[in-house]
């Protein structure tokens, strides 16, 4: 959804069809983003001391999977795909590939990242090929190795940290998956390098669960105050404030490299899209807090039948509430509208 929605906008910005399709999968900047922040202009202390650029990027966004980019250091696509792989299994990362890296035993190459790795690896040692599917579908169901498995390994020059590895995990991603996967994130990163605003534009519009046009689009001071605060008390944030916070760092990198968001002009606003405005983001009518989908659609739906004469006029023709009617006139979207449709004999 995410790579249709920058297809549609790059279109717009370049007026030539974009298709992500043709997003070349080598492109050294897109590897850049995963080794720093440089490529995207900003440093590590501008976003909250993050020491890479694949916020917001899928597969690649969280704490968890960014502190394993920062331990592996991938250099290619191939070692992305490996990094999904690790990311994806169960007891195939932490006590387990962490540890092997960390003690110089394997590199993120040699490590056993996706279960496809097992067989191949045991027929490159020159053992029997339906052996070596036997035990890569035993280790990736969690099954373990039988002992003489592990004598046909040991006698084959296969390692004893590679055979203490099988003996750990749970559960493999087949690589087939792992490489879809970052196939997308890949284009995703190319777009949030070359075409920013296209690409927050579209991660606001679909993946943003918890954005908040009140905390996070009324300038960056008012957005550094929310998260210095929210990061204060993260041990104790609801499951939405951990999805606002999440948002929030992406916002602050999207300040960070230099852009704005435009207000909410409730005759051009979309329901539930961002758009990009003479270079700023607009946002949806959704990101107002308290402000649901379907509110959001007939404010959209009503705009169209022309100006609203009052706020009673917009209340009675939208359907919505009076506390979001008094929060719209709060943040300044319906500044310029009078309270009631009835003209004062003082106004003469």
Known sequence: TIIRMLEDLITDITGEKFDATK?????????????GTEVLGIKPEDIGGCPVGCLGIPEFGTDFVIQMVVDTKPKTISDLIRISGL????????????????????????AICTRDDIMIYLIAQGMDEGLSFTIMESVRKGKGLKPEWEEEMKAHGVPDWYIWSCKKIKYMFPKAHAAAYVMMAWRIAYCKIFYPLAYYAAFFSIR?????????????????????????????????????????RIVQ??????????PIDIYRAKARHFQIIDGKLMPSLSSIDGLGEKA??????????????SKEDFRNRTRVSKTICDLMGELGILKDLPETNQLSLFDF
């Not at 994806?88 to 003690?103: F, P, S």
């Open 23 to 35: 997003i070349p999968l080598d492109d050294p900047d897109v590897m850049a983003l995963f080794a």
């Open 253 to 262: 990198e999207m300040y960070a490299r230099g852009f704005d968001f435009t």
């Open 296 to 309: 959001a659609d007939s404010i959209e739906e009503a705009a169209k039948d022309g100006p609203f004469l």
């Open 87 to 110: 990311s994806h299994g169960t007891d195939v990362w932490l006590n387990n590939a962490q540890t092997l890296i960390q003690e110089g035993k394997a590199t993120i190459q040699t």
């Open 208 to 248: 943003a669960s918890a954005f908040s046009y009140e905390i996070m689009c009324q300038g960056r001071d008012k957005l550094e105050y929310y998260l210095a605060d929210y990061k204060k008390r993260a041990d104790t944030l609801s499951k939405k404030e951990q999805d606002t916070l999440r948002d929030m």
